[in-house]
């Protein structure tokens, strides 16, 4: 089973700022299958970026992913106030779907 | 608009059996497969297993094996997931989610709370 850690735990930002996320995976992963989702408070995860650097449909453009074998990177350009939530990768190998720990993005 | 709308909060005692369902709209729910996904109290997210609405095959996550059961009813667009035997460790949100290219899971359901508790 392929483990996925995310780095760091909390990121404590402002608005405006640039947030830099990190998803480690235990092996290499196809970028094919690496995949990012925002989660606020009391809601369902959303889908964000998927074969880790697409876009889903009405992502905004400051939501950007990039990174290949087992180093994956969620970027926010500039932090808007809905953006503080927590996010989550998540990759698919082997029939089994694993998820990555969480980063929590917090006001600063 | 593509949906996915789950059943209501759950409040149960330990060694009681439960169903929670999840109802698809919006697409041809037989030919997508559709996850159960939990969520632990102030923890992250686990795949629990996928289900094929369209034959009813299932492929669980070796850790939720024999603990729960998937099924579907494709008649009317709905997922089930179910407890013969419901433990204080199985208070969670349970979230439905559609696979997509048997890869990405979108668009999520709300969540059913379960709570758990004598």
């Known amino acids: 089973e392929i483990v996925l850690t995310q780095s760091p735990g909390t990121l404590s930002l402002s608005p405006g700022e640039r947030a830099t996320l990190s998803c480690r995976a235990s092996?290499?992963?196809?970028?094919?299958?690496l995949t990012w989702y925002q989660q606020k408070p009391g809601q369902a995860p959303r889908l964000l970026i998927y074969?880790?650097?697409s876009r889903a449909t009405g992502i905004p453009d400051r939501f950007s992913g990039s990174g290949s074998g087992t180093d994956f990177t969620l970027t926010i350009s500039r932090l808007e106030p809905e953006d503080f939530a927590v996010y989550y990768c998540?990759?698919?190998?082997?029939?089994?779907?694993?998820f990555g720990q969480g980063t929590k993005v917090e006001i600063k | 608009e593509v949906q996915l709308v789950q059943s209501g909060v759950e409040v149960k005692k330990p060694g009681e059996s439960l169903k929670i369902s999840c109802k698809g709209s919006?697409?041809?729910?037989?030919?997508?497969?559709i996850a159960w996904v939990r969520q632990m109290p102030g923890k992250g997210l686990e795949w629990m297993g996928i289900?094929?609405?369209?034959?009813?095959?299932?492929r669980y996550n070796p850790s939720f094996q024999g603990q729960v059961t998937i099924s579907a009813d494709k008649s009317i667009s709905t997922a089930y997931l179910q407890w013969s035997s419901l433990k204080a460790s199985d208070t969670a949100i349970y979230y439905c989610?559609?696979?997509?290219?048997?890869?990405?899971?979108?668009?999520w359901g709300q969540g059913t709370l379960v709570t758990v508790s004598s």
């Open positions: 989610a559609r696979l997509i290219a048997y890869n990405w899971f979108d668009p």
């Open positions: 919006g697409f041809s729910f037989s030919n997508y497969w």
């Open positions: 289900i094929y609405p369209g034959d009813s095959n299932v």
């Open positions: 092996q290499s992963v196809s970028s094919s299958y």
């Open positions: 074969g880790a650097s």
């Open positions: 998540q990759q698919y190998d082997s029939s089994l779907w694993t």
